[in-house]
């Protein structure tokens, strides 16, 4: 096998297999459609095996490993062993597919559906693009575009973002945190979240888009109201509502004022959790 060593960013011409990328600097690799295996340096990575089945390793710093067609990814190729740093997975498919990660994916926290290489991805695309991590063994944190998502976590404790789109969210075991932190629509921005577990999972409410719910930290008693026949406030203090029978889940900006309650979610599918004002938070 050949390899290549470079301090400049660099694209693996036809029949090499390996890049390592030397020194301290923010420089990128790229495969080609051979096995290859690209190693990064202790600076911040951009690395793209392409085709075949890869081998990724970033290393110490903030790396990101692009993946533009779920089908590059048909074995497990990402072992980051930095012990700093945030490393992400960014899935910029253009087509509706399924990216599925694996046990032996190991050394990432965070997997975003996006687009493009800097450090946040653009996550304004509708393409409806899904994540299954059900088979990794350690937490990540999992963003989805303003697409229809569907966000499969690990085994372990989860952070999952559907963003904008009618999103189905899936936590796995572990306590997970599912985050609201776009503009709700009943028609066009309401997730599903699949398998909620009072006392163990928790909804997290960004305060910046439900400015109603007050400050950050646990959800005010009085601002929760749930029953088999709930749609609505019940009274001035109701700012999340939640009917058992359907699963829906609403938001109120004023009770029983004139601003119409807009769902927010649907928790479970064929049955229902009870859900409690404790199950719910106030985030940044």
């Excluded at 952070?159 to 936590?171: A, P």
């Amino acid at each position: 096998t050949d390899t290549v060593q470079s301090s400049v960013s660099y694209t693996l011409g036809a029949n090499v297999e390996n890049l390592t990328l030397m020194g301290t600097g923010t420089i990128n690799g790229t495969g080609n459609t051979l096995a290859n295996i690209l190693l990064g340096n202790s600076g911040d990575n951009i690395l793209n095996g392409g085709a075949g089945n890869d081998s990724m390793n970033g290393g110490e710093g903030n790396d990101l490993y692009v993946v533009g067609l779920a089908t590059d990814h048909v074995v497990a190729e990402f072992a980051d062993d930095g012990a700093t740093g945030v490393d992400e997975v960014r899935f910029t498919a253009t087509s509706a597919s399924t990216l599925s990660l694996y046990a032996g994916d190991t050394g990432i926290e965070k997997v975003v559906i996006g687009t493009g290489t800097g450090a946040t991805a653009v996550i304004s695309g509708t393409t409806a693009l899904n994540v299954n991590a059900s088979a990794v063994t350690t937490g990540l944190w999992m963003i989805g575009n303003a697409g229809a998502n569907a966000l499969t976590g690990t085994i372990q404790n989860d952070t999952l973002e559907g963003g904008s789109g009618n999103d189905t969210l899936t936590g796995g075991s572990g306590s997970d945190d599912f985050v609201f932190n776009t503009a709700p629509n009943s028609i066009t921005n309401k997730d599903t979240i699949t398998d909620f577990q009072p006392g163990a999972d928790e909804l997290q409410f960004s305060k910046a888009i439900f400015a109603a719910l007050g400050d950050e930290g646990e959800l005010k008693v009085e601002q929760f109201w749930s029953s088999a026949t709930a749609v609505a406030a019940h009274d001035s203090d109701d700012r999340i509502i939640y009917n058992t029978s359907t699963g829906a889940l609403y938001y109120d900006a004023d009770g029983t004022g004139g601003i119409a309650a807009v769902q927010v979610a649907i928790i479970g599918t064929t049955t229902h959790p009870a859900l409690q004002y404790t199950d719910m938070h106030v985030v940044a």
